[in-house]
Nanobody
């Protein structure tokens, strides 16, 4: 496996919650979630350093989103989203890099080398 694999997308009501899962590759140092709509370019949502545990959040979701890694398998990464609103509707992509960058991660697309195929999240009012 080289490409990360997303799962868990679907539909939710405003105010609801969803958890997305990403099966990243062994050796990934940073794993992140991005989202994209037909209007907006791909934007970073949250990232986690697999070895250091550091977490990074976009201002637009801070306080509503938690990124975490699996207890048994650290490369299983989860994005728990709460208080959803229609602006959260997007295709969510998991991305990973297996390049060591000093334990730091970022929410920019050029930080990541391998991308999943995406999973749709739709929030209705």
């Amino acid at each position: 496996q080289v490409r990360p694999v997303e799962s868990g997308g679907g539909s939710a009501q405003t105010g609801g919650s969803l958890t997305l899962s990403c099966a990243a590759s062994t050796g990934a140092y940073c794993v992140a979630w991005f989202r994209e709509t037909p209007i907006n370019r791909r934007e970073g949502v949250a990232a986690i350093s697999i070895d250091k545990g550091g977490k990074y959040y976009a201002d637009s979701v801070r306080g509503r989103v938690i990124i975490s890694r699996g207890a048994d398998k650290e490369t299983d990464v989860y994005l728990h989203m709460t208080t959803l609103n229609p602006e959260d509707t997007a295709v969510y992509y998991c991305a990973q890099t297996r390049l060591w960058r000093g334990g730091r991660c970022a929410l920019t697309t050029n930080w990541y080398d391998e991308w999943g195929r995406g999973t749709q999240v739709t929030v209705s009012s």
